[in-house]
């Protein structure tokens, strides 16, 4: 799994700050369980919190210090794809509703009070380079968004569909479809941490009205269409226009 080759992150030595990787979600459905049409018990019973978020103590605290950063990334999306925004921000507010529906409600109920964003989980990624790949189990038509900071020289994001490299400079947030284009973050001179916050599928179906559209079933907006969009809701710049 080049998620946790060890060839692929910054030798120990030269890192100040531990290597690795991590997640957390306030709910989402472990990913070592199949959920068919099959099954004869609620989906909400196999959801709970990220065993990160169970396990690690110190979890809680990282997600209020990142609280702001998840916030203005939760607010960039809502410009670029609100659809997607209103829809993630519709299920964390149902599972707030219902934490009783899930496994380890209280905790549920804990890390929503401090989860800064519409985005349904999160991940930490320390002193790693990443090969080309796809998200295949991201959301269709969605976008997911990776941000980088640390000192280090070098950065740069691959997305061959567009033909170009983009530099990837501490601070850059990249907002992508990442389960249709593959994308890769080469290595760096230094140490560079990655902050990536996701949709998982499941979750954004959950608590939809049976006649209600999902998100994944329309296409993604075009500039045009968003500019339309904004000038039905609010005031838009001129520069923007």
Not at 24 to 37: A, D, F, K, M, R
Not at 104 to 114: A, E, Q, R
Request: net charge negative; with cysteine.
């Amino acid at each position: 799994n080049w998620q946790t080759n060890a060839q692929l992150f910054r030798p120990e030595h030269l890192c100040q700050v531990k290597r690795g990787a991590v997640c957390y979600s306030p709910c989402w459905y472990e990913q070592g369980h199949t959920v068919s049409e099959s099954i004869s018990f609620p989906l909400e019973a196999i959801a709970g919190p990220s065993l990160t978020l169970v396990n690690d103590p110190e979890a809680h605290q990282f997600l209020s210090d990142t609280q702001e950063l998840s916030a203005l990334l939760g607010g960039i999306l809502s410009i670029i794809h609100p659809e997607l925004y209103h829809q993630g921000m519709k299920v964390l507010r149902s599972i707030y509703d219902a934490p009783d529906d899930f496994c380890n409600p209280d905790l549920i109920i804990d890390t929503l009070w401090v989860w800064g964003s519409p985005f349904t989980a999160m991940s930490l990624i320390s002193n790693r380079h990443t090969p080309l790949h796809r998200d295949l189990l991201g959301a269709l038509n969605s976008f997911d968004v990776v941000m980088s900071w640390g000192e280090y020289d070098n950065g740069r994001f691959d997305i061959p569909a567009t033909g170009m490299t983009f530099r990837y400079d501490s601070g850059t947030a990249i907002f992508l479809d990442t389960r249709t284009f593959k994308h890769g973050a080469s290595a760096v001179v230094g140490e560079r941490f990655c902050f990536v916050l996701f949709f998982r599928p499941l979750m954004l179906k959950h608590g939809l009205e049976e006649d209600e559209e999902h998100v994944e079933n329309k296409p993604l907006s075009s500039l045009g269409g968003l500019v339309r969009y904004h000038k039905s809701c609010v005031s838009v710049p001129e520069y923007f226009l």
